[in-house]
């Protein structure tokens, strides 16, 4: 089983609706968890970083954490086609990151 | 401004050569790190460092080698370089052990082995 586990998609959503990503990560002590953005060809950006269980909100985006069932998701709202790009869940493990697989999430306009 | 910067951008090299990457960071940040990326994977630690004459292993770090001689520089070197190793290679660096999440990246190396 790997570390983190994402559904590595394509997922494909209209624009102006809500894109789902969950992730799942098997290391029960984790503390702290992030989502990346990477576009084709680019480097990996941080765009959410979340520590506590429940929801975190930033602009457009939502990140959600459940320690107790080991599941982080991020919501996209009102979705662009300027979101299309590969979104990566990370999780500290011992001061490291641990990366999923990624999910490629594509806007159709 | 601050960055991180990674050289050379593109690498075509035989099978049994030895190749090192190099990344160079100017935001005097302690940790750094270096990932490959490969279809299907993700993102995989390599080798890590979080200070000076500290180096670490990571996920798959079999083949591969790092020094930290300085704060600004992490080498990776492929002491012989196998086909499996062609992959797009991405340093990162973060300021401390507690924000290690919030990762800073270089623009990548993609290396093709023959």
């Known amino acids: 089983q790997k570390e983190v586990e994402q559904n590595s998609g394509p997922l494909s959503v209209p624009e102006g609706a809500i894109a789902s990503l969950n992730c799942t990560y098997s290391d029960r002590g984790s503390q702290s968890f992030f989502w990346y953005r990477q576009y084709s060809g680019k480097s990996p950006e941080l765009i959410m970083s979340i520590y506590s269980n429940g929801d975190k909100e930033d602009g457009r985006f939502t990140a959600q954490l459940n320690k107790a069932s080991q599941y982080v998701s991020l919501l996209i709202r009102d979705s662009q086609p300027s979101d299309s790009a590969t979104y990566l869940c990370?999780?500290?493990?011992?001061?490291?990151?641990?990366f999923g697989q990624g999910t490629e999430l594509s806007v159709k306009p | 401004d601050a960055e991180i910067t990674q050289s050379p951008r593109h690498k075509i090299t035989e099978t049994g050569r030895q190749v090192t990457l190099a990344c160079h960071q100017t935001?005097?940040?302690?940790?750094m790190f270096w990932y490959r990326q490969d279809l299907g994977h993700g993102l995989r630690l390599i080798h890590y460092?979080?200070?000076?004459?500290?180096?670490n292993k990571g996920e798959v770090s079999d083949g591969y080698s790092v020094s930290r001689s300085n704060t600004e520089d992490l080498p990776l070197t492929l002491e012989s370089a196998a086909s499996s190793q062609t992959s797009v290679y991405f340093c990162?660096?973060?300021?401390?052990?507690?924000?290690?999440?919030?990762?800073?990246f270089g623009e990548g190396s993609r290396l093709t082995v023959l």
């Open positions: 990162a660096s973060s300021e401390s052990t507690a924000n290690t999440g919030e990762l800073f």
């Open positions: 460092s979080y200070g000076v004459h500290d180096t």
């Open positions: 990370a999780v500290n493990q011992g001061g490291k990151l641990i």
């Open positions: 935001w005097n940040h302690n940790n």
